[in-house]
């Protein structure tokens, strides 16, 4: 066996045992998918892989080598590279300063930039990437600065790669050049590690996959024979719905109304470009786009959170366009940020805390003039039961939850403060197919009440599944917009995405 690792384990220093004896086997020229629900133990394997995590009980052999607890500088010489999830590119410098930080060549004492640009053009053209060496990354799309990690990696001498999530933020037209060229990549003998939430593209792209639940080894099996749904109910251990039910759209009234709105960044920037949709009640407005095309910043506009926008914002009958966020909330609109550790939630603070940190203002839940704390228990109590957070406690601290349960805290938050809008920015990035069908569900929900929901996701099955419509952004402005989601296809919307295609008039 090309790679074996053997009764994996390993605890941290909080306790949490992340690997509880995990076998993990991939064979040589493989594309190997590692599943699990999100805490199952998936990234901690393969960091123990990597050598950024020591382990405290197991073997890893790689190639025939013992390499158990070595350091990453160590695993790059072996040939194992990784490419993570977040990318790690100086965004100033040029592709070929990219691919050889640390191992520059050099003549006469000076960087050798000709011999530089040779070498990331050979791999360029060796394995069908089409990078230009010279280009400064910034200017680079998502899916080229995936394809720059990749090369950084074989200029290295990789002979196993492990790939954290690396469609997370493509198109599907990225998505499918990335899959030819992991193709090309297995046919020239380099072996794949995969890890996906995304289970139709494991079916088409990897040979096996092993499945972790709970930080324990639960199996492995043969890709070509098995179902979507039997993928999925193995990472889970109960039947998934990977479909929603939604019945057809009954909209009442505008409830919010967006005008010319125009965002520039710190540096003069335009990012929203003179925004212009509306969203009435029983609504899901869906809006796609490659990341850093102004989604977010679009909708921190919308919820106060960017105040130097111009454009007019009309909530429920109101100006809100200078509205603080305190305002804004007051007027029944919630927000789930992208980024539940950076701004959705406070780690440190308990379950309880972070469940009304929204509300404790409210008369609601003051008893002379204090917090009534039993209520507010009370109802953190209510919350965690009806949104299914598994946690000890209300007390134990949201850092301590697994990300599907951290990103369960600020849904119940945002959902359960009466929102006649929710704006939802990236409500299941990173987390589980049960987490996600859950949340899934809630939105619905919510939508059937009545209730307007904005959604922001990378995600284009989530955006199609659940969106009654859809709006695409490209570069700051609507490139496309569809009344009805059911008329458009994931291709088309990534022509959009890509600004391949814009509607006329937008």
């Known amino acids: 066996m090309y790679l074996s690792m053997k009764g994996i384990t390993k605890i941290y220093p909080n306790g949490v045992i992340a690997n509880d004896g995990v076998d993990f086997e991939v064979e040589k020229g493989e594309i190997h998918a590692l ?17 950024t995590h020591k382990i405290d009980s ?12 070595i350091s990453s500088g160590d695993a790059i010489k072996l040939g194992i590279g990784m490419v993570h999830q977040h990318f790690m590119l100086v965004e100033s410098l040029k592709v070929y300063e990219n691919v050889v930080i640390g191992m520059e060549p050099t003549q006469y004492g000076l960087v050798d930039n000709a011999t530089a640009i040779k070498l990331v053009t050979d791999i360029s053209n060796k394995y069908n990437l089409h990078v230009d060496a010279k280009a400064t990354v910034r200017n680079l799309s998502v899916g080229m600065k995936q394809k720059v990690e990749i090369i950084k990696v074989l200029a290295r001498g990789a002979k196993l790669l492990i790939l954290d999530e690396p469609t997370a933020v493509l198109t599907p037209q990225e998505t499918d050049e990335l899959f030819e060229q992991l193709l090309l990549l297995k046919k020239q003998g380099i072996t794949i590690i995969f890890i996906s939430h995304k289970i139709k593209e494991v079916k088409y792209i990897c ?3 092993t499945v972790l639940r709970g930080g324990k080894y639960i199996g492995v099996m043969d890709v070509k024979n098995a179902t979507e749904n039997e993928i999925s109910n193995y990472m889970v251990g109960r039947e998934v719905i990977l479909k929603v039910n939604k019945p057809k759209p009954k909209f009442g009234k505008e409830i919010l109304t967006v005008q010319n709105l125009t965002y520039q960044d710190a540096n003069h920037i335009e990012q929203v470009k003179r925004v212009s949709f509306s969203v009435r009640e029983g609504q899901i407005m ?13 909708v921190e506009c919308l919820f106060g959170l960017l105040n130097k926008a111009s454009g007019k914002v009309m909530f429920d009958g109101n100006d809100i366009s200078q509205d603080s966020i305190r305002g804004i909330r007051d007027k029944h609109m919630s927000f789930i940020p992208e980024d539940r550790l950076k701004t959705g939630a406070a780690s440190g603070m308990s379950i309880w805390g972070n469940l009304v940190s929204d509300r404790i203002d409210s008369d609601m839940y003051k008893k002379n003039k204090l917090l009534d704390i039993k209520q507010i228990k009370a109802l953190a109590t209510e919350l965690r039961r009806d949104f299914n957070i598994l946690s000890k406690n209300i007390e134990q601290p949201v850092g301590m939850l697994s990300g599907g349960n951290m990103q369960k805290v600020v849904v119940a938050r945002e959902m359960s403060s009466s929102p ?3 704006i939802a920015n990236q409500p299941t990035r990173g987390i589980d197919v049960g987490a996600n069908e859950f949340i899934w569900k809630k939105i619905i929900e919510l939508r059937n009440e009545g209730k307007a929901v904005i959604l922001v996701s990378a995600d284009l ?3 199609l599944e659940l969106s009654d419509s859809i709006l695409v952004m490209h570069k700051g402005e609507i490139a496309g917009y569809f ?5 458009v296809e994931e291709k088309e919307l990534g022509l959009y995405m890509l600004g391949l295609k814009k509607q006329k008039g937008e």
């Open 35 to 51: 599943m699990g629900e999100n805490g199952a133990g998936k990234s901690t394997l393969v960091k123990t892989l990597f050598g």
């Open 58 to 69: 197991g073997q890893v052999l790689f190639d025939g080598q013992d390499i158990t607890n």
């Open 207 to 209: 040979d096996r996959l």
């Open 286 to 298: 869906g809006i796609a786009g490659v990341e850093g095309n102004g989604q977010n910043e679009l």
């Open 420 to 422: 006649k809008l929710l």
């Open 461 to 463: 099955n989530e955006i």
């Open 483 to 487: 009344e009805d989601s059911s008329e």
